[in-house]
C-alpha cells in the first residue's frame, strides 16, 4: 500500500504543551516538513524567545536556541553571522515580536539579515493569560481589554507584515493562514520559500501567519476558526507583501 502521509523527521515523537485547538501544531509541522525536504534539518538552528512557544526546543529536531523576550531576532542574527552556511529561523508570537521585540524585528529587517522569521499572530498574549497584544483586534475583549479595544485610548493593531515589506533589506513578506485545508497548503508554501530564499542568500525572509487561541479567546475551536475568519482576515489580508524575485522577473 502506497504511503500518503507520515510524520515528518523535522519534529520529535513527543507530547506537546499546546492548548486543545491551538494552530501552534500545524505551523511546527510545516516549518518542519519545509526543512525536511529542503535537505537542511542537521543544518538549521531555530530560535524561540518567551511565549506559548517558548518549548519549542522540545519539539524540533534541530539545534534550537532560547532567548531573552522579544530578542530572538538578535540571537538569530549573531548565529547567522557566526555560522553563515547554516540556516536559522525564529518563531515568535504577536506578543513577543510585536511588543517588546518591535525593534528587533524592525532593524533586522532594515538590515537585511539573512535569516527566516515565523511569525505567529493570534490577536493576544496566549502565554500569560490572555491580555491584549498590539495586534488585538478594535473591539476585540481581552483581559487587559474588557470592554474591547478601545483605539482613541489604545491606538490601533499594527500590521506587521506591511511595516516591514517597506523596509529594503526585507527580500520576501507574506501572509498566511491555517484555518483551512487551503490555506494550510499555502501557508506550506509560503513557509518553504522563505527558507529557499535564505538558503539562496537573497536576505530577511518574513512569513506571518494568522492563529487561533480558544482558550484566551473563550471559544471552542471551531468557533475559533470562524472568528478569525470573519474578524481576523478582514483586519489582516492574506498574500504577498513584498517578493523581490517577482520584482526581479518583472
Given at each position: 500500500m502506497a504511503v500518503v502521509f507520515e510524520p515528518t523527521k523535522g519534529l520529535l515523537d513527543v507530547p506537546t504543551h499546546y492548548c486543545p485547538g491551538c494552530t501552534h501544531g500545524i505551523i511546527h509541522r510545516l516549518v518542519a516538513e519545509s526543512l525536511e525536504e529542503l535537505g537542511v534539518i542537521d543544518k538549521t538552528i531555530g530560535v524561540a524567545p518567551?511565549?506559548?512557544?517558548?518549548?519549542?526546543y522540545n519539539y524540533f529536531a534541530c539545534d534550537m536556541h532560547e532567548a531573552a523576550h522579544g530578542r530572538a531576532p538578535a540571537v538569530a542574527t549573531g548565529i547567522k553571522r557566526s555560522l553563515p552556511d547554516s540556516v536559522?529561523?525564529?518563531?515568535?508570537?504577536?506578543?513577543?515580536?510585536?511588543?517588546?521585540g518591535t525593534a528587533e524585528i524592525v532593524h533586522a529587517a532594515a538590515r537585511g539579515e539573512k535569516i527566516t522569521t515565523i511569525f505567529v499572530n493570534n490577536c493576544i498574549y496566549g502565554?500569560?493569560?490572555?491580555?491584549?497584544?498590539?495586534?488585538?483586534?478594535?473591539?476585540?475583549?481581552?483581559?487587559?481589554?474588557?470592554?474591547?479595544?478601545?483605539?482613541?485610548l489604545q491606538g490601533h493593531p499594527i500590521r506587521v507584515s506591511e511595516?516591514?515589506?517597506?523596509?529594503?533589506?526585507?527580500?520576501?513578506?507574506?501572509?498566511?493562514?491555517?484555518?483551512?485545508?487551503?490555506?494550510?497548503?499555502?501557508?506550506?508554501?509560503?513557509?518553504?520559500?522563505?527558507?529557499?530564499?535564505?538558503?539562496?542568500?537573497?536576505?530577511?525572509?518574513?512569513?506571518?501567519?494568522?492563529?487561533?487561541?480558544?482558550?484566551?479567546w473563550g471559544l471552542s475551536p471551531r468557533e475559533s476558526i470562524k472568528w478569525l475568519q470573519d474578524n481576523m482576515i478582514p483586519y489582516y489580508p492574506l498574500g504577498v507583501k513584498k517578493d523581490i524575485t517577482q520584482q526581479e522577473v518583472k
Open positions: 518567551v511565549g506559548c512557544s517558548v518549548l519549542a536559522v529561523f525564529t518563531y515568535q508570537g504577536d506578543g513577543d515580536l510585536a511588543a517588546i502565554m500569560t493569560g490572555g491580555q491584549m497584544a498590539p495586534t488585538t483586534l478594535p473591539g476585540q475583549v481581552t483581559e487587559t481589554s474588557p470592554y474591547g479595544r478601545d483605539v482613541k511595516m516591514l515589506s517597506t523596509l529594503d533589506g526585507a527580500v520576501y513578506v507574506e501572509r498566511v493562514s491555517v484555518d483551512s485545508v487551503a490555506n494550510v497548503l499555502k501557508a506550506k508554501k509560503a513557509i518553504k520559500k522563505a527558507f529557499e530564499l535564505q538558503i539562496e542568500g537573497k536576505g530577511f525572509t518574513f512569513v506571518e501567519v494568522l492563529s487561533i487561541c480558544p482558550t484566551n
